[in-house]
């Protein structure tokens, strides 16, 4: 890993890719998945900002349709007695390493900042579980929400969906699965998603090398994940090959410049658009895959959180618990 980056990045986004350089640690794809989800655990909130208290933390499980017990917590900044409307969240890392743990500051930030609640889903992981199970675990938590969140203080009748990278997919080809099932969404809640079937286009070849996760890991992760490489050519991976998108759920883009998954980003917001979806857009210049999990370092990674924040509250009609 080269020290000093190719990339326009920022002054402080190319002290933390140095500063990684300097590390020395093991590319996660010479790991074996169990070492990489270790690996990943460990350093996930050293650049995080601090951990925010909210007055509600609770953890509880959601069946999946096969009768498993998918882990779930629920993040809520008030108490009041009201029912709140909800994000389900769904974490990145390659449908392979991450989960509640993981992203847990970042959960408890949009709880904070937005009003809404905010339910974490660990899903099923690969190669222990392989495409499709993560985008049935995403959606049955979904469905579940829909049918009893109320049991958890949440309005069934508003909720959004959201993730980042690998969660983005998930996010997304469940908002196409709740248009289809007539399950109302406010809001697609999309950081840097994955959407094409395949890796092939220009910000995939001019960040193959991204300090962050370049196409040797994303390969990793994806001969982890998918069955066959016809896996490629399901919506359920590749949100952009759905055959159309009218009447989807609005969505919300948060990308970084310097990532090899901003075209397929930009591409799925093209597409939705041209639908008569309504989309509103951030493009986040000089910085990198990941960085919304960087806010003590990246300074764009906090105004990530608050940008994201804001559409919560005007999709969901919530206010910040004073």
């Given at each position: 890993m080269q020290t000093?980056?190719?990339f326009?990045?920022?002054?402080?986004?190319?002290?933390v890719?140095?500063?990684i350089?300097?590390?020395?640690h093991?590319?996660?794809?010479?790991?074996?998945?169990l070492q990489?989800?270790?690996?990943?655990?460990a350093?996930?909130?050293?650049?995080?900002?601090?951990?925010?208290?909210?007055?509600?933390?609770?953890?509880f499980?959601?069946?999946?349709?096969?009768?498993?017990?998918?882990?779930?917590?629920?993040?809520?900044?008030?108490q009041?007695a009201?029912?709140?409307?909800?994000?389900?969240?769904?974490?990145?890392?390659?449908?392979?390493i991450?989960?509640?743990?993981t992203h847990?500051?970042?959960?408890?930030e949009?709880?904070?900042?937005?009003?809404?609640?905010?339910?974490?889903?660990?899903?099923?992981?690969?190669?222990?579980?392989r495409?499709?199970?993560?985008?049935?675990?995403a959606?049955?938590?979904?469905?579940?929400?829909?049918?009893?969140?109320?049991?958890?203080g949440?309005?069934?009748g508003r909720?959004?969906?959201?993730?980042?990278?690998?969660?983005?997919?998930?996010a997304?080809?469940?908002?196409?699965?709740?248009?289809?099932?007539?399950?109302?969404l406010a809001?697609?809640?999309?950081?840097?998603?994955?959407?094409a079937?395949?890796?092939?286009?220009?910000?995939?070849r001019?960040?193959a090398d991204?300090?962050?996760?370049?196409?040797?890991?994303?390969?990793?992760?994806f001969?982890?994940?998918?069955?066959?490489?016809?896996?490629?050519?399901?919506?359920?991976?590749a949100?952009l090959?759905?055959?159309d998108v009218?009447?989807?759920?609005p969505?919300?883009?948060?990308?970084a410049?310097?990532d090899?998954?901003?075209?397929e980003?930009?591409?799925?917001?093209?597409?939705?658009?041209a639908?008569?979806?309504?989309?509103?857009?951030e493009?986040?210049?000089?910085?990198?895959?990941?960085?919304?999990?960087?806010?003590?370092?990246?300074?764009e990674?906090?105004?990530?959180?608050?940008?994201?924040?804001a559409?919560?509250r005007?999709?969901?009609?919530?206010?910040?618990?004073?």
């Amino acid at each position: 890993m080269q020290t000093l980056s190719p990339f326009p990045l920022t002054p402080a986004m190319q002290s933390v890719v140095s500063r990684i350089a300097r590390a020395g640690h093991p590319p996660l794809h010479t790991l074996s998945p169990l070492q990489a989800r270790a690996a990943y655990a460990a350093g996930a909130e050293v650049l995080e900002v601090p951990r925010a208290p909210l007055a509600r933390v609770e953890d509880f499980h959601i069946a999946a349709r096969d009768g498993h017990p998918l882990p779930a917590r629920l993040y809520a900044a008030g108490q009041g007695a009201a029912p709140l409307p909800a994000l389900l969240y769904l974490h990145g890392g390659g449908f392979t390493i991450g989960g509640i743990g993981t992203h847990d500051v970042l959960c408890r930030e949009l709880a904070r900042l937005s009003g809404c609640a905010v339910v974490s889903l660990d899903y099923r992981l690969a190669p222990e579980h392989r495409f499709p199970t993560a985008h049935d675990d995403a959606w049955d938590a979904l469905a579940w929400l829909h049918r009893h969140g109320a049991e958890r203080g949440i309005d069934p009748g508003r909720l959004a969906v959201g993730g980042d990278s690998a969660g983005g997919t998930l996010a997304a080809a469940c908002a196409l699965q709740a248009r289809d099932a007539g399950l109302p969404l406010a809001l697609q809640l999309l950081f840097y998603p994955g959407c094409a079937p395949r890796q092939d286009t220009p910000s995939h070849r001019r960040f193959a090398d991204d300090p962050l996760i370049d196409a040797t890991q994303i390969d990793w992760f994806f001969r982890h994940y998918l069955r066959s490489d016809a896996d490629r050519d399901d919506w359920r991976f590749a949100p952009l090959l759905a055959p159309d998108v009218d009447g989807v759920a609005p969505a919300w883009f948060g990308l970084a410049e310097c990532d090899p998954l901003v075209d397929e980003g930009l591409a799925y917001a093209d597409r939705l658009r041209a639908a008569g979806v309504p989309v509103d857009l951030e493009l986040w210049h000089g910085v990198t895959h990941e960085f919304i999990k960087m806010g003590r370092a990246i300074p764009e990674a906090r105004l990530a959180h608050a940008a994201a924040a804001a559409a919560l509250r005007q999709a969901l009609d919530t206010e910040v618990p004073a």
